[in-house]
């Protein structure tokens, strides 16, 4: 007797298979499970996916856009000071609030797994204060990971290093930075080696916002991938955006790509975002700002895709749907082979979960049974549609159901239904 089973889905990789859940861990999964259960969904001809994880995102600031005003120029620099005023501000409560409802509807998008950074800035450390509750809160169905992000720079701001031991000492998992905005590239640079040499004595990951900017010369990424070899942070680190890196010469990237290579450094590109903040200076031709991810890719670099914000100073849409992100980075990276559309579905999945360590993660017996049905017959399909998420469960619960994304049409000689699924 299973407590839930999950009959007749399509794996990501094409296998038609059971999938039953006992507890909050996969008991089974094979073809034609006939054991009872307690409940059982038919996902016959749907896809079947681990769900997806977000592995950039600032919860602190979500759904508050508008407050205490829109970013009229849309830069990146804007959104900082927007975020400054209303840091300042809102309210413990308020942070928590908003934060929980956007964790509501990423579990109805089967987002089950978020890395949010979390602004250390101010003294009064309000916002570590919300999140720590908001991750206490959700964590029966949303892995919340938070990182210490000095928004404002570790050595720029008041008391920023403080500040960021503070917030690590009261439970914040990872260490970040923002070495492009402190005063010069050197303060940059020595950033780096502080925040790496605080991640090796603690045992942490690190996760840096790192040359975010369309300045060619923004080089941190050389430095990022120095001290982690240096320490000994293999496979530990992560460089968010790397947007110089469009703009850079490409025979200097030439030299760069196989340093970041090996130190193992996972690369966090976050296309709606970047797309929209990066190239506000030109004129035309307009740079895109999306770092180089096909070409990290063939060098065997970890690349994920990251939402990074949802209706806060920065960004003025988004519903928490992975699908979206990917969709973006598909089209701006060029990403159109087949193996490329499905690897898109992949780096929101799988390698979002390598990237943030999440541990049993996937569709195999022993792992937690989280899981998404989508309203699709396979990957590329589901990016096409930005299916529909038929079902979702957390830790062995179905969480959220929503049907699927057909209509109904009133036009003579035409069906009466519309789907547009082709498979
Ligand atoms: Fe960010």
Redesign the pocket.
Known sequence: MFDLLIKGGTLPDGTVSDIAVRGDRIAEIAPNITADAAETIDATGDLVSPPFVDP?F?MDATLSYGTPRVNASGTLLEGINLWGELREIATVDEMIARALRYCDWAASMGLLAIRS?VDTTPDHLNTVTAMLAVKEAVKDYIDLQLVAFPQVGLYRAPNGRENLIRALDMGVDVVGGIPHFERTMQDGADSLQDLCEIAADRGLMVDI?CDETDDPNSRHIETLAFETTRLGLEGRVAG?HLTSMHSMDNYYVSKLLPLIAEAEISAIP?PLINIMLQGRHDTFPKRRGLTRVKEMQAMGIRVGWGQ?CVLDPWYSLGTADMLDVAFMGLHVAQMSHPDEMARCFTMVTETNAAIIGLQDYGLHKGAVASLVVLDAANPTEALRLRAARLAVVAKGKVIARSPRGDATLNLSGRPAQVRRRVT
């Open positions: 950039h600032h950074h916002h968010s976050n990074d």
